[in-house]
């Protein structure tokens, strides 16, 4: 029986341990960065950039059937089995309002996509759902699109639009009659760079590696942290969606730390949001959460998603 990560998602794939034989069969080349655990088990070392890009290849590859994926060095290497969870939350929170069933063809805005183009992936795998990506940073937006392009079937399922205004989150982004069954956003969480190195320094203590070595998961500037850290981003992404409330069913953001919340909440009952709920995600010891708000009552949402199908 193999053994499954505690507090994952029922749907996530990677409820159990890896199979590295059968990673390695749909992406040969992670062969090259097999490494034998002291229990004879083969692995990967987690502290290694190069050997961490290539296990998500692997990932994506085996699971989500995406037969072209490479970042930029330097760029953000997302954990996979995380990310997906937050996808899988989501449909259940969309299911809610549409009779317990998820539904198929959703259109979901991802505020801050990334070079990585990790959440569009998967959600248009595990439910065809239609995603638009933002995303402020040309490189990052240059890979994102070498992506959908290198993958068959991806241009009808993902866009991309540049956010030209770097003091705007869904402003530019949401056109003037688009509606969307809801936004998801991992809002960069450190409030300054000094912060975000502190937060890689305990990353790599807690691997056991010295101070030289790169961080494994990467980031540029706008992934992990902006002008104070994720509260200010998120009171921006709230104070924002309030235009467009009639457009966006539930808008969400990761929230990385609890402490953060009662904050938010407040912001949120400032611009008069209708509902908010809070999802609970678990990774291992890593625990996490996302927030979810509408403008909408339940009998309006309803009826936004059957004007839609």
């Given at each position: 029986?193999?053994?499954?990560?505690?507090?994952?998602?029922?749907r996530n794939?990677?409820?159990?341990?890896?199979?590295?034989?059968?990673?390695?069969?749909?992406?040969?080349?992670?062969?090259?960065?097999?490494?034998?655990?002291p229990?004879?088990e083969?692995?990967?070392?987690f502290?290694?950039p190069?050997?961490v890009?290539?296990l998500?290849?692997?990932?994506l590859?085996?699971?989500?059937g995406?037969?072209?994926?490479?970042?930029?060095?330097?760029?953000?290497?997302?954990?996979?089995?995380?990310?997906?969870d937050?996808?899988?939350?989501?449909?259940?929170?969309?299911?809610?309002?549409?009779?317990g069933?998820?539904?198929?063809q959703?259109?979901?805005?991802?505020?801050?996509?990334?070079a990585?183009?990790?959440?569009?992936?998967?959600?248009?795998?595990?439910?065809?759902?239609?995603?638009t990506?933002?995303?402020?940073?040309?490189?990052a937006?240059?890979?994102?699109?070498?992506?959908?392009n290198g993958?068959?079937?991806?241009?009808r399922?993902?866009?991309?639009r540049?956010q030209?205004?770097?003091?705007?989150?869904?402003?530019g982004?949401i056109h003037?009659?688009?509606t969307?069954?809801?936004?998801l956003?991992?809002?960069?969480?450190h409030?300054?760079?000094?912060?975000?190195?502190?937060?890689?320094?305990?990353?790599?203590?807690?691997?056991?590696?010295?101070?030289d070595?790169?961080?494994?998961?990467?980031?540029?500037q706008q992934?992990?942290?902006?002008?104070?850290?994720?509260?200010?981003?998120?009171?921006?992404?709230?104070?924002?969606?309030?235009e467009?409330?009639?457009?966006v069913?539930?808008?969400?953001?990761?929230?990385?730390?609890?402490?953060?919340?009662?904050?938010?909440?407040?912001a949120l009952?400032?611009?008069?949001?209708?509902?908010?709920?809070?999802?609970?995600?678990?990774?291992?010891?890593?625990?996490?959460?996302?927030?979810?708000w509408s403008?909408?009552?339940?009998?309006?949402?309803?009826r936004?998603?059957?004007?839609?199908?």
């Amino acid at each position: 029986m193999t053994a499954q990560k505690p507090g994952l998602h029922p749907r996530n794939r990677h409820r159990s341990r890896y199979d590295m034989k059968a990673l390695c069969q749909s992406c040969p080349p992670l062969q090259d960065f097999i490494v034998q655990t002291p229990a004879g088990e083969p692995s990967v070392n987690f502290a290694d950039p190069l050997a961490v890009k290539m296990l998500n290849k692997a990932l994506l590859a085996h699971f989500y059937g995406v037969t072209h994926w490479d970042i930029p060095e330097g760029f953000l290497c997302p954990p996979v089995p995380g990310r997906a969870d937050y996808i899988h939350h989501l449909a259940d929170l969309l299911a809610e309002d549409h009779d317990g069933v998820i539904p198929q063809q959703a259109t979901v805005l991802d505020i801050g996509t990334g070079a990585n183009l990790i959440y569009p992936l998967i959600g248009v795998h595990e439910y065809h759902w239609r995603f638009t990506g933002s995303e402020i940073n040309p490189q990052a937006f240059a890979s994102a699109q070498a992506i959908i392009n290198g993958n068959p079937g991806l241009t009808r399922q993902i866009r991309l639009r540049r956010q030209k205004e770097s003091q705007s989150i869904f402003h530019g982004v949401i056109h003037k009659n688009e509606t969307y069954d809801a936004t998801l956003c991992n809002p960069p969480f450190h409030d300054s760079a000094e912060s975000a190195r502190a937060g890689g320094e305990r990353k790599r203590r807690n691997l056991g590696l010295g101070a030289d070595s790169g961080l494994n998961f990467g980031g540029q500037q706008q992934e992990l942290w902006c002008e104070g850290g994720e509260v200010a981003f998120i009171k921006q992404m709230i104070a924002e969606s309030k235009e467009f409330g009639r457009q966006v069913m539930w808008f969400t953001s990761l929230v990385s730390k609890g402490e953060n919340l009662p904050p938010l909440y407040r912001a949120l009952t400032d611009v008069g949001a209708v509902k908010v709920v809070k999802k609970e995600m678990a990774q291992g010891q890593k625990q996490s959460r996302f927030i979810a708000w509408s403008f909408m009552d339940d009998d309006q949402r309803r009826r936004f998603l059957a004007r839609k199908r």
